[in-house]
């Protein structure tokens, strides 16, 4: 009897004990489902118990590793044997980016009771199988990607069409770039949308151009497309009653509700071969012409500028993959002045080949009169259909060159001698000069005194900002006290380029250019995208193209890309890179 009241006592005890620890304060994260394929959702839940969350949650780390479609917040009470028991949390719908293993990453709060952190989950997404219900065919929606050609030149660019294939209505498109390492990419024009009929069933069909232009010979690899979205579905009907008899049909059975999706096309390989002969710029083309145009050739004088613009159209590729003509226009009795570059790119439907234009301009000041001859132009090219090279020429230019303004007023003396002097007659109506005092002289040697000091100052000023227009940039190594690095090409910059990331960004020391940017997102930084992209473009296309770049620019590109990088620890980096087709929406 004693030991029965003892044992209850105890049990008492006891689960008073496992109580008061199963309903302490705490914050849990659970999912669904830890294995799902790609194109499915996922939903985490995150769970807060016995606390009072005092700010606003940051759910932003998920989004390094998935696209966060939906966020719906929740709380409830319950008694549990006379104490009342608080509980709410979140429940976020996340889509993966691609397939692979992830780790839903942990989230913390601040609370009433401290702060919490949930803990990590470790996901797998793997690629969709035959017959999975978010299969491309099995939701009506393909991606699907071609190429125009398997082969190519390096240097030459292939068209890459992404074709986004719907059966059912769409909306709030967001696609990820394609991107490659050995390749430069870019896209072409804006998407085009419309309505087609494909095998008997009315689609809706976007197409998204790029060029990709091998750097190197060899494999090239592009890695999948991938797209997220929304579909217009049925919605889910609890059964009704039939007391409204056919008001049902009338009124319910047309709600719709958006349901997130995601595809990915093929990773695409392509073969880069390598220049079927050395030239200074390989330029494998379908066709290039020159044009020229001048203005004031036809009365040219010595002193005045006459402008000659020259039309460089190349079919086959990009405007800042052409050479520049200016070691054409020099001559040694004229001078030339050289104006900024004009780049335009086209891309042809019937050809399905882009079209490059690049415009130069120059201002040409005779020095001497008489006959002078403009050399030719000339730029050798590699024609794809011939398979053979080819030079383009302008042919040379005689101009005849006036004598100008200055030289034709011959140099005459004037003899005053036999005509009445001036001076005489003005004379008397002029008081005579006082003469310099004491007080004159000591003025006027304080200002001579100030006048030079002036010119000591002005002299040592203009000094300084010659030596500030001398482009050097300073990196102080970790074994030596200070180095110089002098931009003298693009390969220097790129090295500088990569140190600075380096030092400042959180980059690795095995950094590439073409991976900086994902380091960047990675680490939390905003940054331009397409200044990243353009300075990527023309750096490799200097080194690897023998495409003639002017250092100035790439310089300044450099230097308008580092003031947009700025750190922020919530940003959202999904956001960053595909915000150029957030207005995308066939519906």
């Not at 601040?110 to 949930?118: A, L, P």
Request: charged share 20%; hydrophobic share 40%.
């Amino acid at each position: 009897m004693h030991s029965n009241l003892i044992n209850k006592i105890f049990t008492i005890w006891l689960l008073s004990i496992v109580s008061a620890f199963s309903y302490a304060a705490g914050f849990v994260a659970t999912v669904d489902n830890k294995t799902i394929s790609f194109g499915q959702s996922l939903t985490v839940q995150l769970r807060l118990e016995d606390a009072k969350a005092l700010e606003s949650i940051d759910i932003s780390p998920f989004a390094r590793d998935f696209m966060i479609y939906n966020q719906q917040q929740f709380s409830s009470y319950r008694n549990v044997n006379g104490t009342v028991k608080a509980e709410s949390g979140w429940n976020v719908t996340l889509m993966p980016k691609k397939e692979g293993e992830f780790l839903i990453p942990a989230i913390s709060i601040e609370t009433d009771q401290g702060r919490f952190s949930t803990q990590e989950i470790k996901i797998k997404v793997q690629h969709p199988k035959a017959g999975d219900q978010n299969a491309n065919d099995g939701i009506g929606i393909s991606l699907v990607s071609i190429v125009s050609k398997n082969k190519a030149y390096v240097n030459e660019p292939i068209i890459y069409t992404l074709k986004i294939i719907s059966y059912k209505p769409i909306a709030n498109i967001v696609l990820d770039d394609i991107k490659s390492a050995d390749a430069i990419i870019e896209k072409i024009g804006e998407p085009k949308q419309s309505n087609q009929t494909l095998g008997g069933v009315n689609a809706h069909v976007i197409e998204i151009r790029y060029a990709v232009t091998a750097i190197r010979p060899g494999k090239v690899t592009i890695s999948p497309a991938i797209m997220h979205g929304e579909l217009q579905v049925l919605a889910s009907q609890p059964r009704r009653p039939q007391r409204f008899g056919i008001f049902n049909d009338m009124f319910m059975d047309n709600m719709v509700e958006l349901k997130p999706f995601s595809l990915q096309s093929d990773t695409i390989t392509i073969e880069a071969q390598p220049a079927v002969i050395k030239i200074n710029n390989w330029l494998p083309l379908q066709n290039l012409t020159l044009t020229e145009k001048f203005d004031g050739i036809q009365n040219a004088k010595v002193g005045e500028t006459i402008t000659r613009k020259i039309k460089i159209v190349a079919k086959g590729a990009f405007a800042k993959q052409l050479p520049s003509v200016k070691d054409f226009i020099d001559h040694d009795q004229i001078k030339t002045y050289a104006n900024k570059p004009s780049f335009s790119d086209t891309f042809s439907d019937n050809s399905g080949t882009v079209i490059g234009i690049r415009e130069e301009e120059y201002s040409l000041v005779p020095q001497q009169a008489g006959t002078i001859t403009l050399p030719a132009v000339k730029i050798t090219w590699y024609n794809l259909q011939t398979k053979k090279s080819e030079t383009s020429i302008l042919p040379e230019k005689t101009i005849t060159v006036a004598p100008g303004i200055a030289s034709t007023t011959p140099n005459v003396t004037i003899d005053y001698s036999n005509e009445a002097k001036p001076q005489e007659v003005a004379t008397a109506d002029i008081p005579a000069p006082a003469k310099p005092t004491v007080l004159y002289v000591l003025l006027g040697a304080i200002g001579g005194i100030l006048l030079t000091g002036l010119l000591v100052i002005l002299f040592l000023l203009g000094r300084k900002l010659m030596r500030q227009r001398t482009k050097k940039i300073r990196v102080k190594p970790k074994q030596q006290k200070a180095q110089q690095i002098e931009i003298t090409n693009a390969l220097t910059l790129r090295n500088y380029i990569l140190q600075y990331a380096i030092k400042h960004w959180h980059a690795p020391k095995d950094i590439a250019l073409n991976r900086l940017g994902d380091n960047l997102t990675n680490h939390n930084y905003i940054y331009d995208l397409p200044l990243y992209s353009e300075l990527c473009e023309n750096i490799n296309a200097a080194l690897y193209s023998s495409v003639i770049i002017e250092l100035e620019f790439l310089i300044g590109t450099w230097d308008e890309f580092k003031a947009t990088v700025v750190k922020n620890k919530k940003a959202n980096s999904a956001t960053l890179v595909n915000e150029d087709y957030t207005s995308l929406n066939p519906t």
